[in-house]
């Protein structure tokens, strides 16, 4: 009887988020992105894609953990390299270079649409614990959404710099 009622427990816990809040995401580019991730970051960031693919948007993570080099690479667009400016951030700057963040965009018959639904699509991230770019006053980024706990870019930049480092992530308290 008791194994009756774990069962039936376990079944009611797993209809809750119907068993897919945190699995792969279907997309296998943006599940490739998540693994990338900082560790503690990845199932919020499936959870956030899965959400929204229950709400009838595909997101797709075109951009995740960017090494310093492909920041400053980034950072060149538009100053001392060909293209628009995309980022305000130079390398240790940014979220990305921590694993913290995402850029999404939604996916509609194969392509990346740039002028979705941003203002639901906040919501979902919101939702599931992420800060919107879209939010920010000085520099508006609508696909950008990140998590870092409470701490600051700075903390972060100068924990990961002196090495305070686990499997490469810097350590998030
Ligand atoms: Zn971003």
């Not at 959404?145 to 903390?155: V, W």
């Amino acid at each position: 009887m008791a194994s009756f009622f774990v069962i039936a427990y376990l079944l009611s816990k797993r209809n809750k988020d119907g068993g897919t809040s945190s699995a792969p995401v279907s997309d296998s580019l943006s599940e490739a992105k998540i693994k990338t991730l900082h560790p503690k970051v990845r199932d919020k960031a499936r959870e956030f894609l899965n959400k929204a693919e229950k709400q009838g948007i595909k997101l797709r993570i075109v951009s995740a953990y960017r090494t310093y080099a492909e920041q400053d690479a980034l950072y060149a667009k538009g100053r001392t390299k060909a293209g628009s400016i995309v980022t305000k951030a130079k390398a240790g700057q940014s979220s990305h270079n921590f694993g913290t963040a995402i850029d999404v965009a939604p996916l509609e018959n194969g392509k990346l649409n740039w002028k979705g639904d941003w203002k639901k699509i906040a919501s979902i991230g919101k939702s599931v614990g992420f800060e919107w770019g879209g939010d920010w006053k000085s520099f508006k980024d609508q696909p950008h959404f990140q998590m870092n706990f409470g701490n600051s870019l700075a903390e972060l930049r100068s924990r990961y710099e002196s090495g305070k480092k686990e499997n490469g992530y810097v350590i998030l308290t």
